[in-house]
């Protein structure tokens, strides 16, 4: 009779623990029992185990098996112990090597047959593995391009139990298995929209420009037609390549997601378009046993983009409505807690009435007032109040049409200098705080003693406020995005010009 330990780890949002899988063979009743506070998926390891190890020739003990996941009050989820249970049992009942198998932090979920099915949040999982500690991991070998994209770690990629037995010193000849892969990952051969297929709508497309260099929000309100998907769909595209730290997050938010990664790294920033009939735990995560990321962790340091926004449930909506402000989504359970970053631009597109045509100009709008009141007020005015840019967007005329045709229009890699260029200035006077972004900076340290602008330059914002035009939360973000405006220009601060535009794109507003 004997004991033995190995590691694994449970994954809680997107950060893991470590959790000590033991196995323990005593000389009771026939049987084998999983403890720590398994979920269905998890409790039922213990039929795909004994029939994994059978038909890959290393059978379990016939006596009694208690196999513990401590720490016990954590919860486990998936199927993904299954390969460390296998191992420990077998090291329990000395067929492979304790020591070795000690050593090693394993994941991956067996079939019957005995081959290592892909698993879930393998890049996060290997992550935790290296963060406390940990040098060498087991994974199946679908799982085995993405565990290597965690630096200084040794990754062991198996196709099978009877494998990773060898592996760990079980004395059994090799049998050749075929591999279960990871589904292929497609590659994204689509270009991203090029801003030079905009027409018209000048206002807007340097909006746009304003809204990536600073990490704005953006609110697009306009009849059908006028553009704003299309405007919307190139925000991602002036957007910088993703920093190292931001990448990784990015991946492992995919990873967590059951998305493929492949062998690389995501470079570029997400894109995320949920339906409007989205759940408010498909926007912000959830989930009835493994709390998994919704759409806007999902396009953390990307484009949340809500089309036809009057059209989402409003509590849907007002979910949204603290991650805006924290960048943090917290989905709390009885027994834990899970967080996801959110860090994520959101645009909103609107139609200004339910027949879509008010103030459109060429069609006469069928919705009597009270009907147009009804339907933007689905949009909360907390909510709106967070969001720094809103502009009205218009259809183009034949004459704005046959002009665009002849002037030669901004690239969205042209754009996209400018903005990395604004961000930065951004970056560079911003170098001794902890923000990067304009959009990141609160409104007490612009308005404190060092950042303070003049007051003949403040003073059409400061009339605004007076006659209730704007909230003081609007007067901050009015104060951000002048920021980024004189970024965006070159120039070393705002001036009233910078004001006064940023006025404009904030509530349509002149000073």
Sequence with gaps: ??????????????????????????????????????????????????????????????????????????????????????????????????KSVGQVVHFGELALDGRLRPTLGILPGVMTAARLGHTTVMVPIGNQAEARLVPNIRVIGVASLREAAIFHGATLPPIPVE?????????????????????????????????????????????????????????PGLLPDLDPASSLEVSSLRSLSGLGLGGALITRPPWEAPHHTATAAAMVGGGNGQIRPGAASQASHGVLFLDEAPEFATPVLDALRQPLESGWISIHRANAVAHFPARFQLVMA??????????????????????????????????????????????????????????????????????????????????????????????????????????????????????????????????????????????TSPGPDQIGHALYLRKGMTS
């Design 350 to 491: 609107a139609n200004p009435c339910p027949c879509g045509q008010y103030g459109a100009g060429d069609l006469s709008c069928t919705c009597p007032p009270n009907a147009r009141r009804r339907y933007l007020a689905r949009i909360s005015g907390p909510l709106l109040d967070r969001i720094d840019i809103q502009l009205n967007v218009k259809r183009i005329t034949a004459a704005q049409l046959r002009l665009a045709t002849d002037t030669q229009r901004m690239t969205s890699v042209t754009a996209r200098k400018r903005v990395v260029a604004a961000r930065a200035a951004a970056a560079e006077r911003l170098g001794s705080t902890p923000w990067t972004l304009n959009s990141q900076v609160p409104g007490p340290w612009l308005r404190g003693t060092s950042t303070r602008l003049a007051p003949n330059t403040t003073a059409g914002l400061d009339r605004a406020l007076e006659r209730g035009g704007i909230t003081m939360r609007g007067y901050d973000r009015v104060l951000r995005i002048a920021w980024t405006l004189a970024d965006y220009d070159g120039l």
């Design 1 to 98: 009779m004997g004991i033995a330990r190995t590691h694994a780890v449970a994954m809680l949002g997107l950060t893991g623990a470590l959790v000590e899988v033991e196995a323990d063979i005593s000389a009771q009743l026939p049987g084998m029992i999983l403890i720590g506070l398994p979920d269905a998926a998890l409790a039922q390891a213990t039929q795909r185990v004994r029939a994994a190890a059978t038909n890959s020739g290393c059978p379990l003990t016939v006596h009694r098996l208690t196999i513990n996941l401590s720490p016990a009050a954590l919860p486990k989820h998936g199927a993904g112990f299954d390969l460390a249970i296998a191992l420990a049992c077998l090291a329990a009942d000395s067929t492979v090597s304790e």
């Design 179 to 235: 591999a279960i892969l990871a589904a292929t990952v497609p590659a994204n051969l689509a270009a991203e929209p090029d801003l030079a297929d905009v027409i018209g709508n000048d206002d807007a497309i340097l909006a746009l420009q304003i809204a990536a260099a600073g990490g704005h929000h953006v609110f697009l309100l306009g009849p059908p037609g006028a553009g704003k998907t299309m405007l919307a769909a190139r925000l």
